[in-house]
Nanobody
């Protein structure tokens, strides 16, 4: 079994900062890319940022320059600065994981953590 457990969401004022964490645990042989997605009410889930095993990061245009993704072993982080009300959403962690030799990489998701930006 594989689990992705997120933490760090909450309520913050516009212009503030939050740091999200997501730890992958369980039967894991290797992890490929990891990332963060978000979904606001009435909207589809959208990519926020991804990071490869080599540390190459990719960002959505709406967050580039404000958010920073990083990873250490089986944990991925999202540092969010200069937050705006439009960043309000449920944030989901994603990881592309190989659980054992002979299987294939597949995507796993966390349960989501709420981020609310409001004064």
């Amino acid at each position: 079994q594989v689990q992705l457990v997120e933490s760090g969401g909450g309520l913050v004022q516009p212009g503030g900062s939050l740091r999200l964490s997501c730890a992958a645990s369980g039967t894991i042989f290797n992890i490929n890319a990891m990332g963060w997605y978000r979904q606001a009410p009435g909207n589809q889930r959208e990519l926020v940022a991804t990071i490869t095993t080599g540390g190459s990061a990719n960002y959505a245009g709406s967050v580039r320059g404000r958010f920073t993704i990083s990873r250490a072993k089986n944990t991925v982080y999202l540092q969010m600065n200069s937050l705006k009300p439009e960043d309000t959403a449920v944030y989901y962690c994603n990881a592309n994981i190989l659980i054992r030799i002979g299987t294939t990489f597949r995507d796993y998701w966390g349960q989501g953590t709420q981020v609310t930006v409001s004064s």
